[in-house]
């Protein structure tokens, strides 16, 4: 009987909300090298976004663990455990603390773990400032071509080591491709983001637009498809959920509010519409007709500019009216989305480059752009909210710098977690708008 080429692979992901566990996880196991045999650990990184429970069955990815650290927690763990790929699914600012974290905590080894980072979906804002934040990983992702040429100039621009930018592409697509024949009921589809936009008015006009297609349209099926429950957190803080403002509306019997997969919603979908989520790019790989809607104009702020050339920027008014968009296929086949079929080979040169890693004597010391030297007055802060100091080591009274939480201290730091996030997403917003009047 021959002998297996089936090769272990211990992977670790971190991660710092629902939206990047299911980056990171998923892009863990799309540029594991071919024959291998995944054995994943989940880390989530301690916040408001933890993701809950149902967050994490949402996303359809099974870790062989999964627990809730802090920084120095996971850096203690990093210190002891023998990964041989890590996956930092994390903002960049807490990305650019991991990388200062592990170098202190791998110091003196000749193996340590290919260390891997990237974006969740389209970069559209804060381009240079995440991506050198970003620097220093064996792999920073690009979702695109286009993103890769961008990420590329600016390390270069700056004279950091462009080496690590990889083009892949988003991890999370798939499904079946859009029939021909639509389906029956025609179902609109509607993707909310948590914080585009902000304000209650263009969130209400946004939610007024979509009840009154339903109207006009009975022989459709309209969805207003939610990100979170409500006392949920996210990404993003949505201090104003369109759970709440729905009930002062009077919505007809064919819109509906939707939970769930991404993937599962669009199996049904004729017509996708969204501001700027990333959604547009799964309903675009799919062949699905897709509109980012120009409603509040096409603003830096809302992120639909990153859409201008796609052939899908479109408001309320030409969908009421019947128009279906057509994608530019040029524009497409720059944004990673791999409509044309390549889909499978797009992390090929990932898995390529890992696997070289892996297979080296030794890897050198992480060596970020960032450092007391080059950014003296921003390296420190971003340390520091990680309890950090500028060498990467534990601050003095960091939490667990020493030695694991007694069950007395888990329990009080789950009430106050509990306490802080009621506290970001509830009365926050309250006082912020109590100052607005």
Known sequence: MP????????????????????????????????????????YLLRGRATPTARQLEEVGVRADSLREVTAVEFLRDMAKEQYDV?????????VQAMLHGLARAWDGRTKRPVVVTGYVGV??????????????????????????????????????????VTE???????????PAGGHDPYTVVFAAQPSVPESRKDRTYLLNRLIQHARL?????????????????????????????????????????????????LDRTDLLVTISSTAALESLHRRIPTVVLSDLGVREALGNHHFVGSGCLASWDQLDDGY??????????????????SYETAFDVARFRISELLEAPGLPALT???????????????????????????????????????????????????AYRHGVQRVAPVIRRMGEL
Request: glycine content about 10%.
């Open 3 to 42: 002998a297996s080429t089936t090769k272990s692979l211990r992977v670790a992901v971190l991660a710092d909300s629902d939206t990047r566990w299911k980056w990171g996880s998923l892009t863990a196991n799309r540029i594991s090298p071919a024959e291998s045999d995944i054995h994943l650990d989940g």
């Open 86 to 94: 890590l996956v930092l699914a994390l903002v960049g600012g807490a």
């Open 123 to 164: 970069v559209y804002e804060k381009l240079a400032d995440g991506l050198l934040l970003r620097h220093g990983a064996d792999l920073v992702l690009a979702n695109s071509r286009q993103d890769a040429d961008r990420f590329r100039a600016v390390y270069e621009g700056v004279g950091a080591d462009a080496e690590s």
């Open 168 to 178: 892949v592409a988003l991890p999370f697509l798939g499904g079946t491709a859009y």
């Open 217 to 265: 349209h009975p022989d459709r099926e309209v969805l207003l498809k939610l990100r979170s429950k409500p006392g949920e957190h996210t990404t993003h803080i949505e201090e104003l959920p369109y759970q709440k403002l729905v009930q002062k509306a009077d919505p007809p019997a064919n819109f509906r509010l939707v939970y769930g997969h991404m993937g599962e919603v």
């Open 324 to 341: 279906r968009p057509v994608s530019d296929a040029a524009w497409v086949a720059r944004q990673g989305v791999a409509a044309d079929g």
């Open 368 to 418: 970020p752009y960032y450092t007391p030297v080059t950014a003296p007055g921003y390296l420190p802060g971003i340390l520091a909210r990680h309890h950090l100091g500028p060498d990467g080591s534990p601050l003095p009274g960091a939490p667990a710098a020493d030695k694991e939480p007694s069950p007395v201290r888990q329990i009080v730091r789950r009430a106050a977690r509990g």
